[in-house]
């Protein structure tokens, strides 16, 4: 039977009058409720208890007073939710969980003071406890209820602000999950990381603050997952000493000195995040330190990548652009490795290789610079494979004692071209390299495309079991005839490695497709999972999809189009090319166009590599039948097509809730009734976006129901939640 909850009411007859009195008579596991009203106190929580609002988020305020220290969680298994916690100085605690002790955070609200996690009195640093020890799903509630080490902190759905010097602070061996937690206002550093803790923060927004917005020391370990940065007054994250920080698909902004910095032996993952003008450097790499970058866009700023480090780096398929001066920038005796990069408009080089630095630059590009596109310092050795530089005055400038070594390196729309007389060009079969733009103007012969060189030089994944991605492709919605395809030439390809692993020859089997069907139909989706089924059966060495559309395999002029697509072939070696709308490269009517180039030289490629490497072409029902007989390599090549029928409306609704079950939302019953109304009065033209459609009306009724709610003055946890009918669009007229 569960006990009634403790009241707190000064005015009412028989409730305390007071949260300490509430407290000091409650019995572990009990739950406290305060009525509205301020409380001017502190307390500590000995017991596990619960303490929470009888009236709705924001209706307690507890102002701590002055010289009475913080209050302080000293049991396991704490909550405090819904109410508002005011310091009396900024830059005292106002919050302390001990070591041991462990507390839930949710719907709070901190300020004048920060929040601080401490670690084991008797900590001693031992070796650093990784980040991803704790699984994504790991929200510390286990933790929390029976720390094993400091003090452990659960913040959900709060905001922290006010503070002087940091907003919250872990350290010693304490552990820390903020989900949807705001921290603004800060003059100092918003999150502070130290000793051995750990921090891991999921949708975190830091706004402003004067100092960084989280600093990580020591062997600390921090991980942010979709957070944003907004404006720090000195490093969007800094990293020192031998910590460790993981960013997976971040924002920084407007940092007032670099997005991302590190120092001494400290070591960052960077992977599929923005960093956006900050005023020095997009990353700033220093002493020891060491950054891997993976699918990251840094735009504006000063620099884009400036490494300082003798620590080997990585930069990997990133794009750089408008920077005020250099993209990247190598100091003494730094040697990166650097490949699939792309450098767009630097005011000043592309790439700078300082004084004694090395690095090895792969299948890079630099794109109107307007300095030289590769600055070579004095005595620095870097490696330049199959580059490009691309509509600027110069491509290479080398300073005395320089020693770069170029191969298969092509300047395109530069008056004063060097690559590819740089050094010599090894021998790498009939295919010869790739021409300048100098060549190119002369309107002679096409140059043969250039070997093809693979791109993706970091280790594969392990492949993935079988049974799970078939699954996988089962749980899409629709699709059922694709479905069935799959199925059957996955089936097919089992039994050509049998025969294969027995020693028989195998059947001829093409294993390129033709994806028709209309926009937002899943080719894409289906086209990723084909090629990681392909990597699950042994067929493929990486299974990993490259996109491209005409615009990425055909040039402007002549001598351009070989190089492009090779390059574009190169990348997806081990994996699937997938050609988006490839009937772009046929159009009707026009009897001389370069996509006729790209053609023949795929189909050479195919030919080739036809072991390693599946190309799958999409586009509209119609227009790909037009394509691939527009030429009888195609024709012999692309032998099976998959037809992707458009999305009815009970599964166009059902796409829109796997969709707000991702972002945690749900649909109501009328909701769900009004969007297969909705739907079936979508006009089903050529504008028709079939899942684009769905995912463009969720995000819709999204932002309808923030504008809903902002009308609200204490929503509950279940109406940010609920999508009802009234978040549907309006119909269009």
């Known amino acids: 039977m569960t006990e009634e909850p403790l009241r707190v009411a000064p005015r009412t007859r028989g409730a305390h009058r007071t949260i300490t009195d509430a407290l000091a008579a409650a019995p572990a596991g009990a739950v406290v409720t305060v009525a509205p009203g301020t409380y001017a106190e502190t307390f500590r929580l000995t017991r596990r208890v619960t303490l929470r609002p009888e009236h709705g988020n924001g209706s307690v305020v507890v102002t701590v007073p002055a010289a009475t220290g913080a209050l302080t969680v000293a049991a396991p298994g704490c909550v405090i939710a819904g109410l508002v916690i005011r310091g009396a100085d900024p830059a005292e605690a106002v919050l302390r969980v001990e070591d041991a002790a462990g507390l839930t955070l949710l719907d709070c609200v901190l300020g004048q003071g920060r929040a601080e996690v401490l670690g084991s009195r008797g900590h001693h640093p031992g070796p650093p406890r990784p980040v991803t020890a704790l699984p994504p799903d790991n929200d510390l509630s286990a933790e929390v209820t029976d720390p094993t080490g400091g003090g452990v902190l659960r913040i959900r759905r709060s905001r922290l602000h006010a503070a002087r010097h940091t907003a919250l602070h872990l350290t010693g061996d ?27 923060a999921d949708r975190l927004r830091v706004h402003g603050g004067s100092g960084s917005a989280l600093r990580a020391r020591d062997t600390s370990r921090v991980l942010l997952r979709a957070a944003g940065i907004f404006g720090p007054g000195r490093n969007g994250v800094l990293a020192q000493d031998a910590a460790e920080v993981l960013l997976t698909d971040c924002r920084v902004e407007h940092a007032e000195r670099s997005g991302v910095r590190l120092d001494h032996t400290a070591r960052a993952h960077i992977d599929e995040s923005t960093l956006t003008d900050s005023r020095l450097c997009g990353v700033e790499v220093r002493d020891e330190a060491r950054v891997t970058l993976r699918g990251t866009r840094v735009t504006g700023g000063e620099t884009g990548a400036r490494l300082r480090s003798t620590e080997e780096s990585t930069l990997l398929h990133c794009d750089f652009s408008k920077q005020t001066g250099n993209g990247v920038e190598l100091s003494d005796g730094a040697d990166p490795r650097v490949r699939g990069v792309r450098i767009v408009g630097p005011g000043k080089h592309g790439v700078v290789v300082g004084e004694g630095a090395r690095g090895t630059f792969d299948h890079c590009d630099v794109v109107a610079s307007a300095f030289p596109a590769l600055h070579v310092g004095r005595d620095a050795a870097p490696r330049f494979r199959g580059c490009r530089v691309f509509d600027s005055s110069r491509d290479l400038v080398v300073a005395e004692g320089g020693r770069p070594v170029v191969e298969d390196c092509v300047a395109v729309n530069v008056a004063t071209p060097r690559l590819t007389g740089s050094a010599p060009q090894p021998p790498r079969g009939p295919a010869a390299p790739g021409r300048t733009a100098s060549a ?22 392990e492949p993935e079991p079988l049974p799970d991605l078939l699954a996988e492709l089962d749980q899409l919605v629709g699709l059922d005839g694709v479905k069935r395809d799959v199925g059957g030439m996955v089936k097919l390809m089992q039994t050509v490695r049998m025969r294969q692993e027995a020693g028989l020859p195998a059947p001829p089997l093409s294993r390129h497709l033709v994806f028709a069907g209309n926009p937002g139909t899943g080719k894409t989706t289906v086209a990723r999972l084909y090629g990681r089924l392909l990597r699950a059966l042994g067929l493929l060495s990486g299974g990993h999809l490259v996109e491209v559309d005409r615009s990425a395999l055909v040039g402007e002029y002549i001598g351009h189009t070989g190089p492009k697509t090779t390059e574009a072939f190169g990348r997806a070696l081990g994996g699937v090319l997938f050609i988006d709308e490839a009937y772009a490269l046929t159009p009707p009517g026009v009897a001389q166009d370069f996509g006729g180039e790209a053609i023949a030289t795929l189909v050479k490629l195919m030919e080739d590599h036809r072991d390693e490497v599946v190309v799958i072409a999409a586009g509209y029902p119609g227009e790909m039948d037009r394509f691939v007989g527009s030429n009888p390599g195609l024709a012999s090549r692309f032998t099976r097509s998959l037809r992707f029928a458009d999305y009815t409306d009970d599964e166009l609704v059902r796409i829109v809730e796997h969709h707000a079950r ?69 119909p269009a007229a």
């Open 174 to 200: 304490s552990l820390a999950r903020l989900d949807d937690t705001v921290i603004e206002d800060v003059e100092g550093i918003g999150v502070a990381v130290s000793g051995s803790a750990v921090l891991r």
């Open 440 to 461: 190119d103007r002369s309107r002679g012969p096409a140059a043969p495309a250039p070997a093809v060189v693979p791109s993706r030089d970091d280790p594969a994944p």
């Open 662 to 730: 991702r972002h945690r939302y749900e649909l109501s019953d009328a909701a769900r009734k009004a969007l297969g109304t909705h739907l079936a009065a979508v006009p089903r033209g050529e504008r028709f976006g079939n899942g684009r459609t769905a995912r463009q009306l969720f995000q819709q009724m999204t932002e309808r129901q923030a504008l809903r709610i902002a009308e609200l003055t204490e929503p509950a946890a279940r109406e940010l939640m609920v999508l009802d009918e009234t978040d549907l669009p309006l």
